[in-house]
């Protein structure tokens, strides 16, 4: 039956220039995928018009048909193989991009990167790779383009292809395969070309066919987010739907978070036709366990040998479409599954600019219809997955009031490190550990440090100068002694980072980004603590108590206050 055939969803994207609406074409042509009467009426325009036939034209035929009601999504163009049938996702602009990531090109199973033989690797082309990385898509292949305007030429490939891998390898994307084609003369679009007989692989149309799909949603490792907990008769109904995997009675289960083990009792079932051995992905259940739990709304339900991760702090690219621009000094509510918590904004790691593509890295807010890695810490342990894992379970949706103001897919987790304040400029990130606080609990009688609120302080950034243990003037220095870099603060604003040997002493307060005072009170001081400091080892881990005596103190700018004991909130570690 037809729809039992294999489908597979694939966006393209490239520089405007680059030919990628004459490669969709193109292929929209050979594989007879087009409208009846399409190719005539482009052949036609073009001539009256006085221009040559254009495959990128195609794509406007379609564009028409929508015009005279007849339904066809201009963004979505399907065509089909031998082998299967394929979803084409076009991308013809950043922010209709943006648009359809949202809506569906976060779904794209596989890419092609256009890339122009004759002007080379662009700013765009490189930032639409980044783009991939950040949708977790891996299946990529670059199609070179235009291979005849420099001649098929061997060599000029080789050398779009370096480059690219260099940069694509930096944001973790590994391209399956490079194609060289020219999409206008049907070089390598269907069968090899005459043209270039060094190029030993497959034209596009077999290479398409090579993709492996992702398995199906019921091969996946079982994910079964609780929906609501009923009672009738004795019995507890745990209700919900099957996102992914399959279960029977019997099966050992993991809820979480909390980690409880149980078995599956029963499946229930309304009507007798309505009774199953086995539930899989996409059905809404109920079924009885063999222990008794607390169990609620949001709690995920797997088998114990494929867990889901759990967490309050994880990595992520999060698309905003709010009005009102993504700020880190915010709370909103994320909805992942059945799961709705409070969160926040911990750190902006890097934003692409809507308008202008450009990537920022010293931004302080996401505007609208912006795309940006962010680290999202969450009010409570949650259970999640990666995107690549599974697409249902690793993406969620961000509210402000009572407005869906973002998405988002997660993209990882590092586990046993704790999310500390950062002072960053360019390539250069410091750990900031200056506003931890100090108590003496009564209670262990024993000392214990508490992590500041884990932020990243940005160059023009506001510096918190004043915590419950700790007071510093409006003007200081802060030294990274592994580094050897020196944060400069004024007014409460970090004007600039820079190295030890680039910094000359300004009167001014010195600390440790661990917040001990530095005993410097002249130019002659850091002169000789620089010099003591060389004799340390260039790197700065292995330094003299001597070093350490004559230089530091540990309670210049701090103090210890007494506490009976400390909350639960003031010794979570926070992971990533």
């Known amino acids: 039956m037809e ?6 969803r694939i966006v393209v994207v490239g520089h405007v220039d680059h030919g990628k609406s004459t490669v969709i074409g193109r292929l929209l042509y050979d594989t007879k995928a087009l409208p009846e009467g399409a190719i005539d009426r482009v052949k036609r325009i073009s001539k009256e018009k006085g221009k040559p036939f254009e495959y990128a034209y195609l794509l406007d035929a379609f564009e028409e048909e929508q015009k005279q009601g007849i ?5 979505q163009l399907q065509f089909h193989t031998a082998q299967r049938d394929y979803v084409i996702i076009d991308a013809p602009g950043h922010k209709e991009f943006l648009k359809n990531m949202v809506s569906g090109a976060a779904n794209a199973e596989a890419a092609l990167l256009v890339i122009d033989a004759n002007e080379g690797i662009q700013e765009q082309s490189r930032r639409h790779g980044y783009i991939l990385s950040l949708l977790g898509i891996k299946k990529i292949y670059v199609i070179v383009n235009k291979m005849d305007l420099i001649n098929y030429s061997e060599e000029k490939f080789e050398i779009i292809r370096q480059e690219m891998n260099e940069f694509l390898a930096n944001l973790n994307v590994h391209p399956l395969k490079y194609i060289p084609i020219s999409a206008f003369f049907g070089e390598n679009m269907t069968s ?8 030993k692989g497959e034209a596009i149309l077999q290479a398409l066919d090579l993709f492996k799909k992702d398995k199906g949603l019921e091969d996946k490792p079982l994910r079964f987010p609780i929906q609501d907990v009923y009672k009738f008769d004795n019995r507890r109904i745990i209700a919900g739907r099957i996102e992914s995997g399959s279960l029977k009675a019997g099966d050992k289960l993991l809820i979480n978070p909390g980690n409880k083990t149980t078995r599956v009792k029963s499946i229930e079932y309304w009507q007798e036709k309505d009774k199953t051995e086995i539930i899989s992905a996409g059905m809404s259940v109920g079924i009885t366990l063999e222990d008794e739990f607390f169990n609620k709304r949001g709690e995920f339900i797997s088998h114990v040998s494929d867990p889901p991760m759990t967490g309050n702090v994880f990595r992520a690219n999060l698309f905003w479409l709010g009005k009102k621009a993504m700020t880190t000094a915010k709370k909103y509510k994320l909805k992942l599954v059945t799961q709705e918590v409070e969160c926040e904004i911990v750190a902006i790691n890097k934003v692409i600019d809507a308008t202008t593509l450009e990537t920022l890295v010293k931004a302080t807010e996401v505007k609208m219809n912006d795309v940006a890695e962010v680290t999202l810490r969450i009010k409570e342990i ?12 690793g993406r969620f949706v961000i509210v402000d009031d009572y407005d869906v103001t973002g998405g988002g897919i997660i993209s990882g987790v590092e586990k046993n490190t704790r999310l500390v304040s950062k002072f ?22 024993n000392i214990k440090k508490t992590h500041g609120k884990p932020h990243v302080y940005n160059i023009e950034n506001q510096i918190p100068v004043e915590g419950e243990t700790y007071q510093y003037p409006e003007d200081l220095d802060i ?5 050897r870099q020196v944060v400069k603060v004024r007014e409460t604003k970090i004007k600039e980072i820079t190295t030890f040997e680039e910094c000359s002493y300004e009167k001014h307060m010195v600390i440790t980004t661990k917040g001990f005072l530095v005993k410097i009170n002249s130019g002659l001081d850091f002169e000789q603590f620089v010099k003591d400091f060389e004799k340390q ?22 103090s210890i206050k007494f506490k009976e004991s400390l909350n639960s909130t003031d010794t979570v570690e926070y992971y990533i």
């Open 3 to 8: 729809d039992s055939r294999e489908k597979l």
């Open 537 to 558: 080892g260039v790197s700065g881990k292995e330094i003299s108590e001597e070093f350490l005596n004559r230089w530091l103190d540990v309670m210049g700018t701090k």
């Open 382 to 393: 949650i259970s999640f997955d990666e995107f690549k894992d599974n697409q249902i379970t």
């Open 192 to 199: 090899s070309s005459a043209k270039m007989p060094w190029y």
């Open 479 to 483: 030294l990274d002694l592994q580094s």
């Open 71 to 75: 339904t066809i999504d201009i963004t």
């Open 424 to 445: 960053v400029a360019g390539n250069i990130e410091l750990v900031a550990e200056c506003f931890d606080d100090y108590y003496y609990i009564v209670s262990e009688g």
